[in-house]
């Protein structure tokens, strides 16, 4: 990362503040400088724990941004953080885990705004503090999780950025093994003096595997790609939509699994990382297997 990329402190609060204000919902965000007590994941991604208690149940990141009915409300403000310290790192790390380990695919997962309205204790045992510590951490991950797929939540897909050169005998192969695997064309400049073609196009990395080969396959050799990683891009489809319409239903089927793009990526990683995949039998057709003869 260069220097010029690298904000301070101020200036990263003035940015972060007039995105804020630019939003659509301006009053919802109104005063949530003040309230910010983490990002997460690691503490530097793009989600927000934010401290909304009347009495000031973590410790903020910017204290000084405080508006100033809060900060009368705070009176006992340390009082109460000693009284909910037991707690308010365990309620921090876990919203640390859920961000980075979010409900679809156990990756990391981005703007998520989770905010702590009212911390309540009641007078326990120290034998039972060990397995409060575990329930909290469970409840807050699974209470984040919840809230992250009551939203309809989307797929991040890694995309490379695959640069061809072809001649004009190939070009519709290349397109076709390129449209086949989901890819997107950007654009195609001819080199002048020669009958080349440079196709510059955008391939998801779940879907290049083989996908060199194919192409050299395809063309006899003539083309060869050059993949290099772009980052991320959204793919604008719910993993969790199932028909509902008769016209739907009629055309797709209950399911819809060859329709649903992203319930398919989802369920790929999910089975390759041992999570459970909802709807697949582990056994199908248990009524007909046979033990073999001795």
Same mark, same amino acid.
């Given at each position: 990362?260069?220097?010029?990329?690298? !904000?301070?402190?101020?200036?990263?609060?003035?940015?972060?503040?007039?995105?804020?204000?630019?939003?659509? /919902?301006?009053?919802? +965000?109104?005063?949530?400088?003040?309230?910010?007590?983490?990002?997460?994941?690691?503490?530097?991604?793009?989600? !927000?724990?934010?401290?909304? @208690?009347?009495?000031?149940?973590?410790?903020?990141?910017?204290? %000084?941004?405080?508006?100033? @009915?809060?900060?009368?409300?705070?009176?006992?403000?340390?009082?109460? $953080?000693?009284?909910?310290?037991?707690? &308010? /790192?365990?309620? &921090? *790390?876990?919203?640390?885990?859920?961000?980075?380990?979010?409900?679809?695919?156990?990756?990391?997962? $981005?703007?998520?705004?989770?905010?702590?309205?009212?911390?309540?204790?009641?007078?326990?045992?120290?034998?039972?503090?060990?397995?409060?510590?575990?329930?909290?951490?469970?409840?807050?991950?699974?209470?984040?999780?919840?809230?992250?797929?009551? +939203?309809?939540?989307?797929?991040?897909?890694?995309?490379?950025?695959?640069?061809?050169?072809?001649?004009?005998?190939?070009?519709?192969?290349?397109?076709?093994?390129?449209?086949?695997?989901? #890819?997107?064309?950007? &654009?195609? @400049?001819?080199?002048?003096? @020669?009958? =080349?073609?440079?196709?510059?196009?955008?391939?998801?990395?779940?879907? &290049?595997?083989?996908?060199?080969?194919?192409?050299?396959?395809?063309?006899?050799?003539?083309?060869?790609?050059? !993949?290099? =990683?772009? #980052?991320?891009?959204?793919?604008?489809?719910?993993? =969790?939509?199932?028909?509902?319409?008769?016209?739907?239903?009629?055309?797709?089927? %209950?399911?819809?699994?060859?329709?649903?793009?992203?319930?398919? *990526?989802?369920?790929?990683?999910?089975?390759?990382?041992?999570?459970?995949?909802?709807?697949?039998?582990?056994?199908?057709?248990?009524?007909?297997?046979?033990? !073999?003869?001795?």
């Amino acid at each position: 990362m260069s220097s010029r990329n690298i !904000l301070s402190e101020e200036d990263f609060k003035k940015e972060l503040s007039a995105a804020f204000s630019e939003t659509k /919902d301006r009053d919802g +965000w109104k005063g949530v400088m003040g309230q910010i007590a983490e990002f997460g994941p690691r503490r530097t991604g793009q989600n !927000l724990l934010l401290d909304a @208690t009347s009495t000031g149940a973590f410790e903020r990141l910017f204290p %000084e941004l405080i508006d100033n @009915t809060d900060a009368a409300q705070n009176g006992n403000q340390e009082e109460q $953080q000693r009284n909910t310290g037991l707690f &308010s /790192d365990k309620i &921090s *790390y876990a919203f640390q885990l859920a961000t980075n380990q979010g409900p679809l695919c156990h990756e990391p997962v $981005q703007g998520i705004a989770v905010s702590i309205e009212d911390v309540t204790l009641t007078e326990t045992g120290d034998e039972e503090m060990g397995r409060l510590t575990g329930e909290v951490i469970r409840l807050v991950r699974d209470a984040v999780w919840q809230g992250f797929l009551d +939203w309809s939540p989307r797929i991040l897909l890694a995309m490379y950025s695959c640069e061809i050169q072809a001649s004009t005998e190939v070009l519709g192969r290349v397109y076709g093994v390129i449209t086949r695997r989901r #890819g997107r064309i950007l &654009s195609e @400049t001819m080199k002048e003096g @020669t009958p =080349f073609f440079t196709i510059l196009s955008l391939l998801p990395v779940a879907e &290049s595997f083989g996908f060199s080969e194919e192409i050299r396959k395809r063309t006899s050799g003539a083309a060869s790609p050059q !993949l290099i =990683f772009a #980052g991320f891009e959204m793919l604008d489809e719910d993993p =969790f939509w199932v028909p509902a319409t008769e016209e739907e239903l009629e055309d797709l089927g %209950e399911l819809a699994d060859r329709e649903n793009v992203a319930k398919r *990526y989802m369920d790929k990683v999910r089975s390759r990382k041992g999570l459970v995949v909802k709807g697949k039998k582990l056994i199908k057709d248990a009524e007909k297997q046979k033990t !073999l003869k001795r």
